[in-house]
């Protein structure tokens, strides 16, 4: 937003924490002007995470010309796999494991059906980036798109008879802080950015945390900054189709 970017944060969760405070924000419940949810995805106020594909074109196109000119990002915060709620997170199509645990007190239910539950909110996560992915590559005409997807924590399903993810980080297991992360480049992008996938795809066991987040983005976006730390931007030893 500083650097003169379209910013838009799209909340599919119980708000940011402060994180969106300063940037233009949309709760992905109300969808935008010209366009509707389909039906069942917003039941009892709460949405499925498909809901943030909903108008992404009407949104996109409200965001300020000069700024668009410049750059995009589009933040799509999910309701993701939180618990103890799993089943509520993905529809009737996405539940290939079943039974699954309908209950909030996870541990009255079996081992089995908390795991099921929470694997159908990763179908559901998975449908979702497939659709994120689809519409951005539609965009290719004027942008050059990419996407960065990271989950913040982990969730306990019952290891050691531990749930969700309330630990304090010293004590928590790893099913509480072992987090994915992708990053989508296509040929066009990979050939604007600079930045070498096969390179990237070298790097892919690295350990990694949630502090190259920032330095990444501000990287991948070309935004020049004094607070930019190379070394914790992931695609910098990357670029222009060399490690250095």
Request: net charge negative; with cysteine.
């Amino acid at each position: 937003q500083h650097a003169g970017l379209a910013v838009l944060w799209i909340d599919n969760q119980a708000g940011c924490k402060g994180l969106c405070s300063r940037v233009p924000r949309v709760d992905a419940a109300q969808a935008p002007p010209g366009s509707a949810h389909a039906p069942g995805l917003c039941v009892e106020g709460e949405c499925l995470d498909e809901v943030l594909l909903t108008g992404l074109d009407q949104r996109l196109a409200a965001l300020p010309e000069e700024r668009r000119r410049r750059g995009v990002v589009l933040v799509m915060h999910q309701m993701g796999s939180h618990g103890p709620a799993y089943y509520r997170r993905s529809p009737a199509a996405d539940k290939r494991f079943l039974p699954e645990c309908t209950s909030h007190a996870l541990q009255d239910c079996e081992l089995s059906t908390v795991v099921n539950a929470y694997d159908n909110t990763l179908v559901h996560t998975d449908r979702v980036l497939a659709g994120s992915v689809a519409w951005l590559a539609r965009q290719s005409a004027n942008f050059d798109p990419m996407l960065l997807y990271v989950s913040d924590h982990g969730e306990s399903l019952g290891e050691n008879r531990m749930y969700l993810h309330g630990m304090p980080y010293a004590l928590a297991p790893r099913e509480q802080t072992h987090v994915p992360m992708l990053l989508w480049l296509p040929p066009q992008s990979e050939a604007a950015s600079g930045v070498s996938r096969a390179c990237l795809q070298q790097q892919r066991h690295r350990s990694l945390s949630h502090d190259e987040l920032f330095h990444t983005v501000l990287g991948l976006m070309g935004v020049s900054s004094g607070v930019l730390d190379p070394s914790r931007d992931l695609s910098s030893e990357c670029r222009n189709g060399l490690k250095r």
